[in-house]
């Protein structure tokens, strides 16, 4: 088991939720320009089109330089989670559009709580100064935290169905 093993193993976790976003918005431009629209962004047609660029750019990066990659990971998921955030203040309870058309939930904090998990495992690839083969053990123990981490997660939406269907 080794920092940078570990820290590649989680640069590559994060590219991949990084470009599963961005092929999803573009996939369906239409759709992603509406569902930005409804979350109150300026100019939903220019971010539909830049929005996917940039988190198909942070992936690239992550792969190929995993420090800067997991920088500018950090930097975009800040973002993000600020933008969403005052978007909960507002009020605002349209779907996400984090993963394009894949999801239709109103807004919520499992956003948040997902957006952190992965600004973690964006710290962690910090540890990669370049792209490394991992060991199995890497594997297993960033593959472990994301799989907890999904449980969480999962958890946290069938609580909130829960409560949606309770009202």
């Known amino acids: 088991m080794t920092a940078s093993g570990i820290g590649y193993a989680a640069a590559v976790v994060v590219a991949a939720v990084f470009a599963v976003a961005g092929a999803a918005k573009l996939r369906?431009?239409?759709?992603?320009?509406?569902d930005f629209d409804r979350l109150g962004l300026p100019s939903p047609e220019v971010f539909a089109r830049i929005v996917p660029l940039a988190e198909l750019s942070v992936a690239a990066l992550l792969l190929?330089?995993?420090a800067g990659g997991a920088i500018a990971a950090?930097?975009?998921?800040?973002?993000f989670t600020t933008f969403l955030v005052g978007r909960l203040r507002a009020g605002v309870r349209a779907p996400c559009a984090c993963f394009g058309t894949a999801s239709k939930v109103?807004?919520?904090?499992v956003e948040i709580v997902r957006n952190v998990g992965l600004m973690a495992l964006a710290a962690v690839a910090l540890a990669a100064?370049?792209?490394?083969?991992?060991?199995?053990?890497d594997l297993l123990v960033v593959l472990g935290a994301t799989g907890a981490g999904m449980g969480v997660l999962h958890l946290l939406r069938?609580?909130?169905s829960t409560d949606a269907a309770s009202r």
Not at 28 to 34: G, K, S, W
């Open 28 to 34: 369906d431009l239409r759709t992603t320009v509406d």
């Open 64 to 66: 190929i330089v995993p």
């Open 74 to 79: 950090l930097a975009t998921l800040a973002f």
């Open 106 to 109: 109103p807004l919520s904090g």
């Open 129 to 137: 100064d370049r792209p490394v083969r991992p060991t199995a053990l």
């Open 158 to 160: 069938g609580r909130r």
